[in-house]
């Protein structure tokens, strides 16, 4: 409880720029500007027209769109990626809570399965929790997010802070979306990716093993040689790079953990990042 109370999300300025009280920066004017923005003074001292940018309200609503498919059951050790998606779900929402934001959600697998409105109080943040951790994905299909995405622009009626939570194993190109890029231009997007450590290494020995897919069924028989090992790390930290200077280029804040680290100093450090 002291460690969920510690600031997370509260007291929140946003990296958006947009309409508020709190200054920014100055910027040249431009045609189109809004002229009630012009800064009159600094226009004065400098001989050229600008306007002042301003931080986005703080009265601001927390969002967490995550990844329920089959896959999230995948475990190797103590815990399987659900199972950390539900303690990170519950850090944010109570530190959320704390602060006395509101704090919605919305769940999915090839579909959205939770939508949860934003709300205030105890009892709501139960319910929230006992939704997330009581489903269980019925069909064997892969993971599809552009469906709630579409469904999280139409819920956006203000600017939020959203954590998209997931371990990102789609093959949808998110990035090229509209409604992606619509999500971050005007929203707070801070992408949280789950792993496991077997997904980034195969296990020492000799021999075969069988895999099977938990979202589509279909199973594979691989050698445990060590060609097939340096070639699965290459893959993975391929995919890995690509996904991340994806979230460099569009200029989010995200966090990767591991179902073996310390999610709380992983979070608590994400966040200490950006208040500095």
Not at 50 to 71: G, Q, R, V, Y
Not at 115 to 124: L, T
Not at 130 to 139: A, C, G, L, S
């Amino acid at each position: 409880k002291k460690q969920i109370r510690n600031p997370l999300v509260g007291n929140h300025v946003s990296l958006l720029k947009g309409h508020g009280y709190d200054f920014w920066d100055h910027k040249r004017y431009q045609h189109g500007d809004d002229t009630r923005k012009i800064d009159w003074n600094a226009t004065a001292r400098m001989g050229y027209t600008l306007i002042k940018n301003t931080h986005e309200e703080k009265d601001i609503d927390i969002f967490i769109a995550a990844d329920l498919s089959n896959s999230m059951n995948f475990v190797t050790g103590a815990h399987s990626k659900k199972e950390l998606l539900l303690y990170i779900t519950a850090v944010l929402a109570y530190s959320a809570l704390s602060d006395h934001m509101r704090i919605g959600f919305l769940g999915f697998t090839d579909e959205v399965v939770i939508e949860i409105a934003p709300k205030k109080g105890r009892a709501h943040l139960w319910t929230l929790l006992n939704q997330v951790w009581d489903f269980k994905p019925r069909r064997h299909k892969a993971t599809r997010v552009l469906p709630a995405l579409e469904k999280l622009r139409q819920r956006l009626s203000r600017m939020s802070i959203v954590f998209l939570i997931s371990d990102f194993f789609f093959e949808e190109n998110m990035f090229e979306d509209i409604t992606f890029k619509q999500i971050v231009s005007k929203n707070d997007l801070i992408p949280v990716i789950l792993r496991d450590p077997f997904e980034t290494n195969l296990p020492q020995g000799h021999g075969y093993l069988r895999f099977r897919d938990l979202e589509t069924g279909k199973e594979q028989c691989v050698r445990l040689s060590a060609r097939n090992r340096t070639t699965y790390v290459e893959h993975m930290r391929k995919r890995q790079r690509d996904l991340l200077s994806e979230f460099y280029r569009y200029g989010l804040d995200f966090q990767v953990i591991q179902t073996d680290e310390p999610f709380y100093e992983l979070l608590f450090s994400l966040f200490l990042m950006r208040r500095r």
